[in-house]
Each structure stands twice: as structure tokens, then as C-alpha cells.
């Protein structure tokens, strides 16, 4: 799907659950290096610490990104995503001592609806490893997280 048809519709609400992939130039796996993939993992936590997205799941397959956010007031979608891709890309950019783009300029979106269970997205995406047989259990998956962890958790106020 081009670019353009994947930015035709696109909304950013305040407040929204949206799911995100985003994939490597090229397919390229560049996340089988431990290295560049916790340091994709550290500028997922930065947004979130720093307060610009709610992180509800998110996994790091070898040549893509999946992440479950709530937007908060601060930026819009494409910003957060933007954000993510510019800073990821230096940091392992630097690692690799190479230049040049690390992501495909596109990224696909879907905004979650009121009446969906958002625990159940988030089971899928972290699934992700599982479907793709990586590995046999979630647990022994390095590159993942999800802020319910079992059936029991108490979900936060996602509106």
C-alpha cells in the first residue's frame, strides 16, 4: 500500500487507542541485533515516561514495530510516530556507525473502537513472536511488554 493511501482518512484524536506498525527499510531484520532493538525499546519507554503516549503493548518483531498507544493532548499520531522513527534511527544509526534511513517513510494505523476489548489487541500484538515461530513461549521473547500481564490485572482508565 502506498504512502499516500495509508495517510488517506488518517485522524488523531486525543485520548484514542490506536494500534501501530511500522516497518524497516527494506524489511531489513534489523532487530535481531539485541543492541539496535533495546534501543528501539528505550525511545517506546522515553515517550511514555516522558508523558506524550500511554504504552499499552508493544513487541519488536525483527524488521517491525507493533504498538498498542492512547494518545494524550500533547501531539498527534503522526508526531508520536514521526518522533519514535527520528529518534530510534539515531540512536541505532550510531550503534551500526551507519547513516540513512532505518524505517519505510509509511506506517499503518488503526484506531481502536469504543466497543473493542483493548486487553484483547494487546494479546495479539504480544502474540506476535508466538505466530511468527520465534519462540515457543512469550516468555522467552526478550522484546515485548504489555501493562496487563494476566487476565486478573485491573485495566486502566482508557476512554
Not at 484483547?120 to 508466538?130: D, H, K
Request: proline share 3%.
Amino acid at each position: 500500500m502506498s504512502y499516500d493511501a495509508l495517510r488517506r482518512g488518517r485522524h488523531s484524536l486525543h485520548h484514542q487507542v490506536y494500534c501501530i506498525t511500522t516497518v524497516t527499510r527494506g524489511r531489513h531484520p534489523l532487530f535481531t541485533d539485541i543492541t539496535a532493538a533495546r534501543l528501539l525499546v528505550r525511545e517506546l519507554r522515553h515517550l511514555h515516561e516522558q508523558g506524550d503516549v500511554i504504552s499499552l503493548a508493544w513487541v519488536v518483531m525483527p524488521d517491525h514495530l507493533h504498538w498498542l498507544i492512547q494518545l494524550n493532548e500533547r501531539w498527534s499520531l503522526s508526531t508520536v510516530v514521526k518522533t519514535l522513527k527520528a529518534r530510534s534511527a539515531l540512536s541505532i544509526n550510531r550503534h551500526l556507525c551507519q547513516q540513512g534511513s532505518l524505517w519505510q517513510r509509511a506506517y499503518y494505523d488503526r484506531a481502536a473502537r469504543k466497543d473493542e476489548d483493548v486487553r484483547q489487541i494487546a494479546r495479539y500484538i504480544v502474540a506476535n513472536p508466538l505466530r511468527a515461530g520465534l519462540v515457543r513461549n512469550i516468555g522467552d521473547y526478550a522484546h515485548w511488554d504489555c501493562i496487563w500481564m494476566t487476565d486478573d490485572d485491573e485495566a486502566p482508565l482508557v476512554e
